[in-house]
């Protein structure tokens, strides 16, 4: 925690991601659009500090609550952060449902948090990697290429891409070692 002027920023990335001030907003936004509606269910799209100010009003509420993970929860931002956390703790022991969208997310998710394990389920990404396939022209040259796309994090592991090209590179001709960013 830094202390500035009376604020207490949460540091968790290198990045402020929320005031005291930004959050007391936050918590009336939240419980205005909840008390606002007569809702049955609500999914957590995104886990983050604002899981929290749902979590208190589903007490109140009583609407059933969903959550998903898409792996930066657990696989970079809690190791960051204790108060982060305890906020995804929190979501886990208190949602009815969890959705990971990997077989490898749902195994780390129970990890986690064991007690969880009967109500997080899979739900892989709505991408059908055959059709992807089938849809693409084939190369217009024979020569070979390497391609990354992802996030620039290490889970991601672009670190492997470019060592695999170098080593592939050191066998083949020159001309087609060239790696474009962008």
């Known amino acids: 925690f830094q ?18 001030r930004s959050q ?27 899981a929290r100010h749902v979590l208190r009003e589903r007490r109140e509420l ?4 969903s959550a ?10 809690q190791q ?5 956390r305890s906020i995804l703790r929190w979501v886990l022991r208190d949602a009815d449902a969890i959705v990971a969208v990997s077989a490898d997310l749902r195994r780390e998710a129970i990890r986690f948090a064991p007690e969880a394990a009967e109500k997080i389920v899979l ?14 022209a084939p190369p217009t040259t024979e020569r070979p290429y390497a ?8 889970v991601k592991n ?11 590179a050191a066998y083949m001709s020159a001309p087609w070692a060239r790696m474009r960013s962008g």
């Open 68 to 77: 998903y993970l898409h792996g930066g929860e657990l696989r970079v931002l």
């Open 123 to 136: 739900l892989p990404n709505g991408i059908d990697v055959e059709a992807v396939r089938r849809a693409v």
């Open 24 to 50: 007391v907003r936050a918590a009336r936004r939240h419980r205005a659009l909840l008390h606002g509606g007569d809702f049955d269910a609500v999914c957590l799209a995104r886990i983050d500090e604002s």
């Open 80 to 84: 960051r952060s204790q108060h982060f």
């Open 62 to 65: 009583g609407f059933r609550l």
């Open 3 to 20: 202390a500035e002027d009376g604020i207490r920023d949460i540091i968790v990335t290198g990045v402020q991601t929320c005031a005291l």
């Open 158 to 168: 672009p670190v492997f891409v470019f060592e695999a090209f170098a080593r592939i």
């Open 147 to 154: 391609l990354f796309a992802g996030r620039l994090e290490r």
